[in-house]
């Protein structure tokens, strides 16, 4: 395995853990779509502390996976 794909791991390995952090937050945050539940998307919603910190890690760690995927298939 090289770096890119053990990186993709671990990364995927905390994305889970923080989307059970946040599956208990409501209805349209977590893991909410692996489960099938109807997802609210254009819904204004006023997330605050803690929830808002772990949206913003989900989202971060959805943006790097896709950096390093892309990096990956340029280098090689």
């Not at 770096?3 to 889970?16: C, D, E, H, S």
């Not at 059970?20 to 937050?25: D, G, I, N, R, T």
């Not at 099938?36 to 913003?56: A, C, H």
């Amino acid at each position: 395995m090289d770096w890119a794909t053990i990186t993709l791991i671990v990364i995927g390995v905390i994305a889970i853990i923080v989307g059970l952090l946040l599956s208990s937050s409501g209805s349209t945050s977590g893991l909410s779509s692996m489960a099938g539940q109807d997802l609210e998307l254009f819904k204004k919603t006023k997330d605050r502390g803690f929830i808002k910190v772990m949206q913003m890690v989900m989202f971060f760690l959805l943006l790097l996976s896709v950096v390093i995927i892309i990096v990956h298939r340029m280098i090689g």
